[in-house]
């Protein structure tokens, strides 16, 4: 059977998904971008990673982050994009928002990992083969890698821009210091850094404490916010412990110890506080990190349209209150609190 054309919503621009600029650069991400971390990998269904795809962009998701070694397993949710790409957005890549990254573990042997110029150079190209793609609108260096001069790691990203392969360099984890000197360098050489990559939520505002999201602010970088659901602890799903088959009771990403009654208790306040904003927990938890003007998009995962369409909800914000914000931070920080 011949599959139907793919033809984009008219209205996608127009139904409510809000963009931010991008540091000081020319580029504007929508609020809410689709991360294919999990769920989008050869042990998926090609028709959900698809369907999830097209409701993404139908709604004017325009940005799509991946890197070589999403899946599971490692490289196939490129695949996955590289396929569905080629039956529906082709025509459309000049809406899209593409990236790549390589720093973790990705093949056998000395070159497979970390943050050499020939890891990072080979692995786009393995990506851009995936993907069925001519460049990406941003390569990461993924993670900080301490025995890799930086110099050396830098000038890849910069050569990778020159070379056409990519549009614009990011950096995703790197400590304060190391992150400050890739700013500097990046900016020296005529490339800017585009975007920051880390994980910032109610529960883990790391990014604050160690200046990281500052320093980002100041190099004139945006910021691109990963794991805003603390990898579904600030969803409606653990609001009575741990079901059945969810990640906490699989125990990979988060732990069924970790939801200590006083855990479950705090959220379920947090909870009582966004039913009162008329949203979901969800919705709250990413309308939090969105307040934050620094942050110029939001990851988001999801393994359903369904769970797609929750998060998407959270363009249908409000201004926090003062005594929102407080009663917030009252109960995130006995989450954080928790010695698990």
């Known amino acids: 059977m011949i599959e139907p054309l793919y033809r984009a919503a ?19 991400l929508p609020e809410i971008s689709l991360g294919m971390w999990h769920n989008f990998g050869e042990i998926n269904p090609l028709d959900r990673s698809k ?26 949710a490129e695949e996955t994009f590289g396929y569905v790409f080629n039956k529906s957005f082709r025509p459309y890549r000049d809406e899209m928002f593409i990236s790549s990254k390589a720093g973790y573990d990705m093949w056998p042997g000395p070159y497979g990992n970390w943050g050499s110029r020939k890891y990072l150079m080979a692995s786009l ?14 390569f990461y260096s993924h993670r900080f890698d301490p025995e890799t001069p930086l110099d050396e790691t830098l000038q890849a990203l910069v050569d990778i821009v020159r070379q056409g392969k990519a ?13 400050r000197y890739g700013f ?12 920051f ?20 602010a100041e190099s004139g970088s945006g910021f691109i916010a990963f794991s805003p659901l603390a990898q ?70 999801c393994s359903s349209v369904e769970q797609l369409d929750d998060s998407i909800g959270a363009m ?10 407080a009663a917030i931070d009252i109960y995130a920080r006995k989450i954080m609190a928790s010695p698990l």
């Open 184 to 195: 500097d360098y990046l900016r020296r050489h005529d490339t800017p850094c585009l975007l």
């Open 232 to 301: 579904g602890m600030l969803t409606s799903r653990y609001l009575d412990g741990v079901p059945e088959g969810s990640r906490a009771s699989v125990g990979k990403f988060l732990r069924r110890e970790q939801f200590t009654p006083e855990v479950v208790a705090s959220l379920r306040s947090l909870d009582e506080i966004a039913r009162g904003r008329g949203q979901t927990l969800a919705e709250m938890a990413l309308s939090w990190v969105l307040d934050d003007k620094r942050v110029t998009s939001v990851i988001v995962g």
């Open 316 to 325: 249908r914000r409000t201004p926090f209150t003062s005594d929102e914000l």
């Open 167 to 179: 549009l614009y360099a990011g950096i995703s984890r790197w400590p304060l210091d190391a992150a």
């Open 51 to 76: 369907a999830m795809m097209r409701y993404a962009f139908d709604h004017g998701i325009t940005s799509f982050d991946l890197a070589n070694n999403y899946g599971p397993g490692y490289g196939t």
């Open 197 to 216: 990559q880390d994980r910032y939520n109610i529960i883990d505002r790391d990014v604050i404490n160690s200046g990281v999201l500052a320093e980002t």
């Open 10 to 28: 008219d209205d996608r621009y127009e139904c409510g998904m809000c963009y931010r600029r991008s540091g000081r650069s020319g580029i504007v």
């Open 125 to 138: 190209d393995q990506s851009l083969r995936r993907m069925g793609l001519d460049y990406v609108d941003i």
